[in-house]
């Protein structure tokens, strides 16, 4: 069987959210039984033996595949949600979007004293958001074995921004520009 084009699946937007974004949108991925497939078992692969005890995604596309990984990996699934949402006791970081500044939430009692995380979204671009969710992860003394995207957009620099924090990233293609 020929391998899966998993970058040929994903679909762009142009001018989405708003005029000069490239929106890179994995719903076409998502909805490709193959496409699916060959994502979650290439995001979960380098960590099958890296004893993680749970994927912890970013809301809301890090939800999709972080479960399916976490599953694929034997493992819990802990959700970091955008501020209010999460229902128990929950500790926030914030960070700077282009106007403003945003939060993100985990649960206080989500993740034992040095469990081994493996973080999951599905693009890095700035890398604003997953620095956020490692300084997040690591208030409560979680070891983040590393991040795993499925888009790079490398012009961006986000990967050399988790990387500068000691965090191994992982991602399966690449797109220019921004
Ligand atoms: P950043 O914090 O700049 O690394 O942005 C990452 C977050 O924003 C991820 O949760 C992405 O889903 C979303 N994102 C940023 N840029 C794009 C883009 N061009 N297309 C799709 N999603 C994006």
């Given at each position: 069987m020929p391998e899966t084009d998993i970058r040929a699946l994903v679909r762009t937007i142009p001018?989405?959210?708003?005029?000069?974004i490239m929106f890179r949108d994995i719903t076409t991925l998502l909805g490709d039984a193959a496409g699916l497939t060959a994502c979650v078992q290439q995001l979960a692969a380098p960590y099958a033996?890296?004893?993680?005890d749970a994927v912890a995604g970013i809301e809301a596309r890090g939800f999709i595949l972080g479960g399916a990984i976490a599953d694929r990996l034997g493992c819990g699934f802990v959700p970091i949600r955008?501020?209010?949402?999460?229902?128990?006791k929950a500790i926030g970081q914030d960070y700077e979007l282009e106007y403003g500044v945003d939060v993100i939430e985990v649960h206080e009692d989500g993740i034992a004293k040095g469990e081994r995380i493996l973080l999951v979204d599905d693009l890095i671009a700035t890398g604003g958001t997953a620095e956020a969710a490692v300084k997040l992860l690591r208030k409560l003394?979680?070891?983040?074995?590393a991040a795993a995207f499925v888009?790079?957009?490398?012009?961006?620099?986000g990967r050399e921004r988790v990387e500068a924090l000691g965090i191994e990233c992982h991602t399966l293609i690449e797109f220019e520009g921004d």
């Open positions: 001018d989405y959210p708003k005029p000069g033996d890296k004893n993680i955008k501020k209010g949402k999460l229902p128990g003394d979680a070891e983040i074995v888009i790079d957009l490398p012009d961006l620099k």
